[in-house]
């Protein structure tokens, strides 16, 4: 009789023989398979839940992930790449402050520092731009993983990266930037290790220098990649093409354009618009050969103002303390941890830069030197067009008709893995000479695309963070190739200067670029690019400021050469220039409030129809009601105000009553039409008896007055059913717009939702839609003798959800307030209550 | 005595369990769980293991909420999309049942490895 085989009713005490044995028996074999079972989801994934051991271990596992206080202690390291010690003193605001003896330290020090705080956020946007998504998630990510691949953008990063000569100054930061990042991987405690990882049972990759060509290829992505084509052929094919080129004109009907003309108000281009015509069915059929290439906002006509950018200059003739002045805010997708990280390099005689970066990229993006300071919006050029080809098998195509011979295909196996290396799919792109062929419909489509140009922009980047005028700025930049953006740049010396900056495509016969051209010819290939002279770009006006916000950048009337045509609505523009006219004596704090103003040019110009046209035939009621609440509004969208709301609901309903023309037959939704711009909205309201007011399925003919006000009316129904009567507190403006910060991965715990939004659609610091867009970064620069800055962005310096650093800024940004950016006087350092940590890098002996 | 033994003897196990957490990570609870049977063939050593074992995560549980505050519960819960409760609990049963099986076949294959066994006597705790 053995104590094993005693099965005591207690501690320690024994019983009968028999019933030991019977007992262990069953003992055993109920707990050989709960063993079983426990190993297997301990050390084991169970898709899409990670192993369960590692995961809730409360020593190595979530429950133990480092919270970063706001101060992080000293810490130190020993890198195997840097050449000599560097100090980075993280400031009060957890910002970096890296001073290295040389760049290529600096670099690599920042690539540390960055993959220090944002490794999963570094590795997620690689793999998002790579197509390898499916190697960190599995199978799940395969349709988006084929989708970039089939855009040719992992081929596009390889070409990139092979054309820069070693000694460009952007490869060699790169590979510095790429030795810093995997020497925290190598160095990283395990608690560090960022819980998404965690979560997927994942591990870092190692980081190549390719991986920051991928990472501005998918900002490429973000802002360079639309498709008129798609747009317009879909118009064409509910209306005919007369009315289609009214609805997607090339040229906006209002013209606040980027470079001053000298008006000093919106030039009105208004025209009448011709009838809906016969549907074009040749169109139809094209428009489905390239659906599957077009973004989702194209092709259902949806759009999103607040993701859009402004930035404005002034010269010191026109500010309160005679500096030149540049304000930049990014409108981007609001994501935590943010797409932005502030650093600054210094490297004493040769750099000394602050700004963000994006994770990934080896330098400052938006920011300021000693003696200038710049910022970009993105440009809306047309910079992809797609050709219909002609291939020898449309099953299997190998080669594919060009000038009357056959050229063969360029085939590229794209094999996507799993986690585990196991390969989950294979497909073969093919390539012509001008990009990636993909089948659609029943024919073949190619693609070209500036993104597909050999180019180093980080190069250009980092030649610009060194220079010390706008001329040496804009120099550096001239090489600069997508994504497009209209730069602004600003010196201590009162220059101001905005270009359009990136590869415009010459285009042959009438220079357009909106529709599908002929791929069996090379005369419908692109014959060059613009000469950097050529571009739009305006130094020094007379006016004493420059702005952008993604309008049209040259007045057609001063200049017609076609560059794209997918402008923004002017209303931003038209804010800031209002503002920037009226203020001749402009201060910082003027600059950060423009920032966030609640005017809405927009309001101003639509909100009269709505009261003219209730006040035409008093019918009292509900018409009356809801015009004599409208009227009461501001037009301003405060956080506080009850009645913005009821302007939106009533564009909504006046935008889905006028377009039922480009309605699919089928759809009473107007999902799946395009709708023009609220432009040729404009355009449309000044045309009282326009066909286009006729509402399709009414018997009558309605005409402009008629649906203004029945959308008035059935915006103040809806409204009252979705939030109550106007004053019970449901109308308020803070209660209706929130901004959604999302996390990374879509977790919700790890995200900021419902935040207030401080704008409304279309206003300077834009929120619509599910507010999941806006004011990525907020930057105001004053250059005088010493610079002075303020910024913030929605966000933290920490991607770790569980560090005081991952929203701190949240609530300053909310409130439309901005920092002041803590900068040492030139050659100075940091003064030791700026300091709240500080990370020393020695190199390895 | 017996009963300060008992404590004693818990309190060593789940000294061991925390040990083998910090150093092996979770397969230290199945290591120590493991081995105790060759240590102690008492027919409750299981059960010990088992119980052992949800202490000791418990209790490196608690330290972290104390160090990072309640609000961890919630959001970590809430990164896997579950209830607030459930993660606490799964931290708990979890390392409960690693231990208990483990220890329970660990027994059984000490047996049929035919080890020598002592009959009926006090375990070498002294109970």
């Known amino acids: 009789m053995t104590a094993l085989s005693t099965p005591p009713a207690t501690l320690g005490e024994t019983s009968a023989p028999a019933a030991h044995v019977r007992d262990l028996g069953a003992r055993t074999w109920v707990a050989m398979p709960l063993l079983a079972l426990s190993i297997y989801v301990g050390a084991r994934p169970v898709p899409p839940a990670p192993p369960i051991g590692p995961l809730i271990d409360p020593v190595h596992g979530l429950w133990a992930i480092t919270r970063e206080p706001l101060s992080r202690g000293d810490d130190e390291a020993t890198l195997a790449g840097i050449h000599t010690s560097v100090t980075v003193h993280y400031d009060t605001r957890g910002v970096p402050h890296i001073t290295a003896s040389s760049e290529h330290d600096a670099y690599l020090a920042l690539g540390y520092v960055v993959a220090r705080d944002r490794l999963f956020q570094l590795e997620l946007q690689t793999r998002a731009a790579a197509g390898t998504l499916t190697g960190l998630v599995g199978a799940r990510a395969l349709d988006l993983d084929r989708?970039?691949?089939?855009?040719?953008?992992?081929?596009?990063?390889?070409?990139?990266?092979?054309?820069?000569?070693?000694?460009?100054?952007?490869?060699?930061?790169?590979?510095?930037?790429?030795?810093?990042?995997?020497?925290?991987?190598?160095?990283?405690?395990?608690?560090?290790?960022?819980?998404?990882?965690?979560?997927?049972?994942?591990?870092?990759?190692?980081?190549?220098?390719?991986?920051?060509?991928?990472?501005?290829?998918?900002?490429?992505?973000?802002?360079?990649?639309?498709?008129?084509?798609?747009r317009r052929l879909t118009a064409r094919a509910r209306v005919g093409a007369a009315a289609a080129d009214a609805l997607f004109p090339f040229d906006s009907p209002i013209q606040e354009p980027i470079q001053p003309t000298g008006q000093r108000s919106p030039r009105f281009?208004?025209?009448?618009?011709?009838?809906?015509?016969?549907?074009?069915?040749?169109?139809?059929?094209?428009?489905?050969?390239?659906?599957?290439?077009?973004?989702?906002?194209?092709?259902?006509?949806?759009?999103?103002?607040?993701?859009?950018?402004?930035?404005?200059?002034?010269?010191?003739?026109?500010?309160?303390?005679g500096h030149a002045l540049l304000a930049g805010d990014p409108h981007l997708e609001l994501t935590l941890p943010s797409i932005w990280y502030e650093a600054r390099?210094?490297?004493?005689?040769?750099?000394?830069?602050?700004?963000?970066?994006?994770?990934?990229?080896?330098?400052?993006?938006?920011?300021?030197?000693?003696?200038?300071?710049?910022?970009?919006?993105?440009?809306?050029?047309?910079?992809?067009?797609?050709?219909?080809?002609?291939?020898?098998?449309?099953?299997?195509?190998?080669?594919?008709?060009?000038?009357?011979?056959?050229?063969?295909?360029?085939?590229?196996?794209?094999?996507?893995?799993?986690?585990?290396?196991?390969?989950?799919?294979?497909?073969?792109?093919?390539?012509?000479?001008?990009?990636?062929?993909?089948?659609?419909s029943r024919g073949w489509i190619s693609m070209r695309w500036t993104l597909f140009e050999p180019s180093g922009e980080h190069g250009t980047f980092i030649d610009a963070t060194h220079a010390r005028t706008v001329a040496e700025w804009l120099s550096g930049m001239s090489g600069y190739v997508a994504p497009a953006q209209n730069m602004l740049v600003a010196d201590r010396a009162g220059t101001i200067a905005l270009r359009s900056t990136g590869a415009f495509p010459l285009r042959p016969g009438d220079g357009r670029g909106d529709l599908l051209r002929d791929g069996s010819t090379r005369a419908s290939d692109w014959t060059g690019v613009w000469p950097v002279a050529t571009y739009p770009q305006s130094v020094d006006p007379a006016q004493g400021f420059l702005a952008s916000a993604n309008q049209q950048p040259i007045d057609p009337a001063v200049n017609a050469t076609y560059i794209g045509a997918d402008w923004y609505p002017p209303w931003r523009a038209m804010r800031i220039n209002q503002l920037l006219r009226a203020d001749a004596a402009v201060?910082?704090?003027?600059?950060?409030?423009?920032?966030?103003?609640?005017?809405?040019?927009?309001?101003?110009?639509?909100?009269?129809?709505?009261?003219?046209?209730?006040?035409?035939a008093p019918t009292g009621g509900t018409v009356e009601r809801a015009a004599r609440l409208l009227a009461e509004w501001d037009r301003r969208y405060t956080p506080e105000n009850e009645r913005a709301v009821l302007f939106e609901y009533a564009m909504r309903e006046l935008s889905r009553a006028t377009w039922d023309e480009l309605r699919a037959p089928d759809d009473q939704t107007q999902a799946s039409g395009p709708r023009p711009g609220e432009m040729i909205l404009v355009e449309l309201l000044a045309d009282s008896t326009s066909v286009w007011w006729d509402v399709r399925g009414t018997v009558e003919i309605e005409q402009r007055d008629v649906v203004v006000r029945a959308s008035l009316e059935r915006a103040l129904e809806r409204l009252v059913t979705d939030h109550g009567e106007p004053d019970s507190g449901g109308w308020l403006w803070s209660g209706i717009q929130r901004v959604n910060v999302e996390h990374l991965l879509g977790i919700p715990a790890f995200a900021a939702p419902s935040v207030p939004a401080l704008g409304g659609p279309s206003t300077l610091s834009p929120s619509s839609g599910d507010?999941?867009?806006?004011?990525?970064?907020?930057?105001?620069?004053?250059?005088?003798?010493?610079?002075?800055?303020?910024?913030?962005?929605?966000?933290?310096?920490?991607?770790?959800?569980?560090?005081?650093?991952?929203?701190?800024?949240?609530?300053?940004?909310?409130?439309?307030?901005?920092?002041?950016?803590?900068?040492?006087?030139?050659?100075?350092?940091?003064?030791?209550?700026?300091?709240?940590?500080t990370l020393t890098l020695s190199p390895a002996r | 005595m017996k009963r300060a033994v008992r404590l004693y003897r818990a309190l060593l196990l789940i000294g061991a369990m925390m040990l083998a957490t910090v150093a092996l990570g979770w397969w230290g609870v199945l290591f120590v769980a493991a081995v105790y049977p060759f240590i102690d063939r008492r027919w409750s050593v299981p059960a010990e293991a088992g119980f052992s074992a949800a202490a000791a995560w418990l209790l490196l549980f608690l330290a972290n909420v104390i160090i990072d505050g309640p609000g961890i519960v919630t959001q970590v819960g809430g990164a896997m999309a579950l209830a607030p409760w459930a993660l606490p609990v799964l931290t708990i049963v979890f390392p409960a049942i690693l231990a208990w099986s483990g220890a329970v076949v660990a027994a059984a294959l000490q047996r049929v490895l035919g080890r020598p066994r002592h009959v009926g006597a006090p375990s070498p705790a002294g109970d």
């Not at chain 1, 910082?588 to 309001?603: E, F, H, I, K, W």
């Not at chain 1, 701190?808 to 006087?825: C, F, N, Q, S």
């Open chain 1, 147 to 230: 989708r970039t691949r089939s855009l040719g953008m992992p081929r596009a990063a390889e070409i990139k990266l092979a054309a820069l000569d070693s000694n460009d100054a952007g490869f060699r930061a790169m590979v510095a930037y790429a030795e810093g990042v995997n020497a925290w991987i190598d160095d990283m405690p395990a608690s560090r290790l960022p819980v998404e990882f965690r979560l997927l049972g994942a591990r870092p990759a190692r980081w190549h220098p390719i991986n920051s060509v991928h990472l501005l290829n998918e900002m490429s992505r973000t802002l360079s990649f639309s498709d008129d084509e798609l």
């Open chain 1, 269 to 321: 281009a208004l025209r009448r618009l011709p009838p809906p015509g016969v549907p074009d069915e040749s169109a139809a059929e094209l428009a489905r050969a390239v659906t599957a290439a077009a973004p989702r906002r194209a092709i259902s006509g949806g759009f999103d103002d607040a993701i859009g950018s402004n930035n404005w200059a002034v010269s010191p003739g026109r500010t309160a303390d």
């Open chain 1, 345 to 440: 390099l210094s490297v004493p005689g040769t750099l000394d830069v602050y700004g963000v970066t994006i994770p990934g990229a080896p330098t400052i993006i938006i920011g300021f030197n000693r003696d200038v300071a710049w910022t970009f919006t993105n440009t809306q050029a047309d910079v992809v067009d797609y050709y219909r080809e002609r291939v020898d098998d449309v099953a299997v195509p190998a080669r594919y008709m060009l000038d009357g011979a056959w050229q063969p295909l360029v085939p590229r196996v794209e094999r996507y893995l799993d986690p585990r290396g196991r390969v989950v799919a294979v497909d073969t792109v093919n390539y012509t000479h001008r990009g990636p062929l993909q089948r659609r």
């Open chain 1, 587 to 616: 201060t910082p704090l003027a600059m950060r409030r423009y920032q966030t103003d609640p005017g809405s040019p927009r309001a101003d110009m639509f909100v009269p129809y709505f009261l003219a046209a209730a006040r035409a």
């Open chain 1, 771 to 837: 507010g999941t867009f806006g004011a990525s970064w907020r930057m105001v620069v004053q250059l005088g003798p010493e610079i002075r800055a303020w910024g913030t962005y929605p966000g933290g310096q920490s991607g770790n959800p569980f560090s005081s650093r991952y929203t701190d800024r949240l609530a300053t940004w909310a409130k439309g307030e901005l920092d002041e950016l803590i900068v040492p006087p030139r050659g100075a350092m940091l003064r030791a209550d700026q300091i709240s940590s």
